[in-house]
C-alpha cells in the first residue's frame, strides 16, 4: 500500500517562507505532486515532480528525493491568501493518487 | 478550465436508499476519478476510470459502484447508502501528464 507522513498544522507571518515536509511510502512510485485547497473549495493543482531536484513556480517551488523517499513545499512571501490546506500526493506506476491527510496552514500578520 | 461538473452539489438521503453522482467532462480527458474527504483528512480515492467502461477500484471501494458508458460522464452509486457514507465527494480528471483538475464537489448526508 501508500502511506504519505505530512504535518498537520504550520503556522508562519505574512511575508516569511516556509517549508512544509512529506515522506511516502510507495510501490511503484511515479511522482510527487501538491494541492491546496481552501476551506469549502476543491483542491486545487501547484506542482508536480518526476524527477530529483527543485520545480519552481513563482512564490511556490517543490523538491523530491526519490531515494529518501522525501519531498517538500516551500512558499516564499508568505500572503494572507495562502491560508490553506496543502496535500502532497504521490502517484503510481499504475495512474492512481494517494493524498496525505493535509498540513493547515496559517498566516498571520 | 476542465469543464467539470457534478450533480447533485448537496444531497440528504436516508440510510438504505440508492444514491448516484454524475461527474461530467467537457474535453474528452481519458482519466477520471472519483474521491471522498472527511474533516481532517486528505482525498481518499473510490474508483478511478481510464477510459469507456474500463474502471478499477481504489483504496475505498467497498459500497460503491461506478459506471462509464460514455467519455464525458462517469457515475458513482451508492447502491444502499449508510451513514458512514456521509462526506464531501470530488470528481476529478487528469490534465496532462499528472495534473488532476478537480470538480466543485457534492456534499452528501445519509441520515
Known amino acids: 500500500g501508500q502511506s504519505l507522513e505530512q504535518p498537520s498544522e504550520v503556522t508562519a507571518v505574512e511575508g516569511a517562507i516556509v517549508q512544509i515536509n512529506c515522506t511516502y511510502q510507495?510501490?511503484?512510485?511515479?511522482?510527487l505532486s501538491w494541492y491546496q485547497q481552501h476551506d469549502g473549495g476543491a483542491p486545487t493543482f501547484l506542482s508536480y515532480?518526476?524527477?530529483?531536484g527543485l520545480e519552481e513556480t513563482g512564490r511556490f517551488s517543490s523538491f523530491l528525493s526519490r531515494s529518501d523517499s522525501y519531498g517538500y513545499l516551500l512558499l516564499q512571501e508568505l500572503q494572507m491568501k495562502d491560508s490553506a490546506s496543502y496535500f502532497c500526493a504521490v502517484r503510481t506506476n499504475a495512474g492512481k493518487s494517494t493524498f496525505g491527510d493535509g498540513t493547515t496552514l496559517t498566516v498571520k500578520p | 478550465d476542465a469543464g467539470i461538473t457534478q450533480s447533485p452539489r448537496h444531497k440528504v438521503t436516508e440510510t438504505g436508499t440508492p444514491v448516484t453522482l454524475r461527474c461530467h467532462q467537457t474535453e474528452n480527458h481519458r482519466y477520471m476519478y472519483w474521491y471522498r474527504q472527511d474533516p481532517g483528512h486528505g482525498l481518499r480515492l473510490i474508483h478511478y476510470s481510464y477510459g469507456v467502461k474500463d474502471t478499477d477500484k481504489g483504496e475505498v471501494s467497498d459500497g460503491y459502484s461506478v459506471s462509464r458508458s460514455k467519455t464525458e460522464d462517469f457515475l458513482l452509486t451508492l447502491e444502499s447508502a449508510t451513514s458512514s457514507q456521509t462526506s464531501v465527494y470530488f470528481c476529478?480528471?487528469?490534465?496532462?501528464?499528472?495534473?488532476?483538475?478537480f470538480g466543485p464537489g457534492t456534499r452528501l448526508t445519509v441520515l
Open positions: 510507495t510501490s511503484g512510485f511515479y511522482g
Open positions: 476529478a480528471i487528469r490534465q496532462g501528464d499528472n495534473e488532476q483538475f
Open positions: 515532480n518526476g524527477l530529483d
